[in-house]
C-alpha cells in the first residue's frame, strides 16, 4: 500500500478556488453593507422585526456560500433515490452491523485476557495508530487513484482480518498480542479507506445531496450499532467471541458485491490527481489557509481524542460501576446508537452546517458527559447516554459536512485524510492517557475529563472564532423557533463600512 516516492513534495494541479473565493468575500462584504445599512433606515415595531428576520436568513445565505452549506431538497432520505448510493449503503450497513460486533467483542475480549481499561485502551489506540501516522498519505492515495477500486480493496483486506481473529479466537489460541496485531492492522487498512470512502460519496450522489448522504451514512453506521452491540451480546454469552468475529469477517461480502454491481457510468467523477511531488504539503496549505476548514478540524479533534473513549469508559461502567457484564455493555452501546440514529436523522433533514450548531452541539456533548460521570444510578446513566449519542453525533456530521462540502473536489481527499486523521488519529493519545485516568482515578473522574476537555475546547474555539471574525454570538426565535448564528459586532459593521465612507 505505497504512496509511491515524491508523494510529499510538488504542486497538485492549480485551481480557481482562491479567485472564487475573493470574488465571493467581496460581494458578501457589498451585500452586508447594504443589509446594515437597510436595517437602519427602518422604523420600530413590525418593521424592524421583519429586518432582523431578513438580516438573519441574509447572514444565513452567506454562511451557506462561505461554507459549502445547503444541499439538494427531497426529504430525509432523498438520496437514496440514487441506485449507485443504494448499492453503496445496503452493503455498508451489512458490514457496518459486523463491524459493531466486532468491536464490542474486541474490547470484552481484552478486558477478560487482562482486566484493564487501559489495556482496552492500547487496543483502540493501536487500531488508530496508523491514521495518526500515515493519515496524510491515505488522502493522496484517495485523490490518485480511482475510489471504487481503492475500495474493493480496502473492503477486502478488512475481511480477511476479521477471518482471521475469529480463527484465532475459535481455536483457543488468541493471546492480547494477537488483539493488539491486529487492530493495528486494520488501521493501516483504514487509513485508506476513511479518506476514500469519504469523498467516494459524493461522487455517487452529487454536490446536491452531499449533506444528504453524509447524514443518511451516521444514520446508516448507527442503524448497525442498534443491531450489532446486541447480536455480540447474545454470541459472546452463547457460542462464544470466535462467532462474532466470524460473522464481521462474512459481513465484508455485502459492500463488495455493492460496489461491484454499481454503473461507472452514473458517477459523477472527480479529476484524478497525477503522480507528483508535493501533493501532501499541497493538501495542508490549502486547509491551512481557509478558516472554514481548519477550525472544524480542529474542534474535531480535541472531542474525537478526548471525548469519544467510549470503549475505556462503558466497559468499566458495566464491570465495575454497576457490576454488570457483557450484556449490560451491549445495552449500553445500544443506547448511544439509538441516541446517535436520531441525531443523524435530524441531521439528514438540515439543508445547511452552521458554526455555531456544531460548536453548541460540542459544550452540550461535554456537560452531558460530565453530568453522565457522576450518575448515581444504572437507570440514570442509561438514559444519559441517548442524548450523548444524539448530540456527539450531531458534532461529527456538521463538522464532516463543512468540511466536504468547502473542499474543492480534486483537494477532498487529502483534506478528508486531514479530518479523519484529527478525528481518530488522536485516538492513540487520548485512548492510552484516559485509560490510565481511568485505572488511576476512577471511571468517574476518566468520564468527567474528557468531557470537561470537549467543553472547553469549544467555548475556546467558540472565542478565538469570535474574535477573529469580528462577530458575535446571536441567540434567539427565528418563526416560532429557536435560532443561533453568529453575526457581526458593531465594530466589525464600522469597519466594514469604512471603505465605503
Known amino acids: 500500500m505505497s504512496t509511491g516516492s515524491g508523494a510529499d513534495s510538488a504542486p497538485a494541479p492549480k485551481s480557481t478556488h482562491d479567485s472564487k473565493t475573493q470574488d465571493s468575500k467581496t460581494q458578501d462584504s457589498t451585500t452586508q453593507d447594504s443589509t446594515t445599512q437597510d436595517s437602519t433606515t427602518h422604523g420600530d415595531g413590525d418593521a424592524d422585526r421583519e429586518t432582523d428576520r431578513e438580516t438573519d436568513r441574509e447572514t444565513d445565505r452567506k454562511t451557506d456560500r462561505k461554507t459549502g452549506g445547503g444541499g439538494g431538497g427531497g426529504g430525509t432520505f432523498s438520496s437514496l433515490k440514487i441506485r449507485n448510493y443504494r448499492l453503496f449503503a445496503t452493503g455498508a450497513v451489512v458490514s457496518n452491523i459486523g463491524t459493531w460486533m466486532s468491536r464490542v467483542t474486541q474490547d470484552w475480549l481484552v478486558l477478560s485476557l487482562t482486566g484493564s481499561s487501559a489495556a482496552v485502551g492500547i487496543t483502540t489506540a493501536l487500531q488508530f495508530l496508523p491514521m495518526l501516522l500515515f493519515g496524510l498519505y491515505g488522502g493522496v492515495i484517495a485523490d490518485r487513484y480511482p475510489k471504487r477500486q481503492l475500495l474493493l480493496c480496502t473492503q477486502a483486506a478488512m475481511a480477511l482480518c476479521g477471518l482471521a481473529m475469529a480463527v484465532l479466537t475459535l481455536s483457543g489460541h488468541v493471546q492480547v498480542w494477537h488483539v493488539y496485531l491486529i487492530a493495528f492492522m486494520v488501521g493501516m487498512v483504514t487509513v485508506v479507506d476513511n479518506p476514500t470512502r469519504q469523498s467516494f460519496v459524493s461522487e455517487m450522489v452529487g454536490p446536491d445531496q452531499l449533506r444528504n448522504a453524509v447524514s443518511l451514512n451516521s444514520a446508516n453506521f448507527q442503524s448497525a450499532r442498534l443491531i450489532g452491540p446486541a447480536v455480540a451480546g447474545v454470541l459472546i454469552t452463547t457460542v462464544g467471541s470466535g462467532w462474532a468475529f466470524m460473522m464481521n469477517g462474512l459481513s465484508f461480502i455485502a459492500p463488495l458485491l455493492g460496489l461491484l454491481l454499481m454503473r461507472s457510468h ?91 450548531m456544531l460548536l453548541l452541539a460540542a459544550v452540550g456533548f461535554g456537560l452531558l458527559e460530565m453530568l453522565a460521570s457522576v450518575s448515581p444510578s444504572v437507570w440514570l446513566f442509561s438514559l444519559l447516554l441517548l442524548p450523548i449519542g444524539m448530540i456527539g453525533l450531531t458534532v461529527n456530521v456538521s463538522a464532516n459536512t463543512s468540511v466536504q462540502m468547502a473542499s474543492e473536489p480534486e483537494m477532498r481527499g487529502r483534506v478528508m485524510s486531514l479530518y479523519m486523521m484529527v478525528f481518530v488519529g488522536g485516538t492513540p493519545i487520548g485512548a492510552p492517557l484516559l485509560g490510565w485516568v481511568t485505572d488511576t482515578y476512577g471511571v468517574r473522574v476518566g468520564f468527567a475529563t474528557g468531557g470537561a476537555v470537549s467543553l472547553l475546547a469549544a467555548a475556546a474555539i467558540g472565542v478565538i472564532l469570535a474574535r477573529v471574525a469580528g462577530v458575535r454570538l446571536k441567540v434567539g426565535l427565528r418563526d416560532g423557533r429557536p435560532h443561533m448564528a453568529f453575526v457581526p459586532t458593531e465594530q466589525q459593521r464600522e469597519r466594514e463600512l469604512a471603505p465605503a465612507a
Do not use: D
Not at 511531488?277 to 472544524?296: A, C, H, M, N, T
Not at 480542529?298 to 457490576?323: C, S, Y
Open 266 to 356: 452514473e458517477l459523477h467523477g472527480s479529476a484524478r490527481v497525477p503522480r507528483g511531488k508535493g501533493q501532501l504539503r499541497e493538501g495542508l496549505r490549502y486547509v491551512r489557509g481557509r478558516p472554514e476548514l481548519i477550525w472544524p478540524i480542529v474542534l474535531v479533534g480535541f472531542v474525537g481524542t478526548f471525548g469519544f473513549n467510549f470503549p475505556i469508559w462503558l466497559t468499566a461502567f458495566a464491570h465495575e460501576i454497576f457490576h454488570g457484564g457483557a450484556g449490560m455493555y451491549a445495552v449500553f452501546n445500544i443506547l448511544m446508537a439509538a441516541g446517535s440514529l436520531a441525531g443523524a436523522l435530524l441531521s439528514a433533514r438540515r439543508r445547511s452546517s452552521r458554526t455555531g
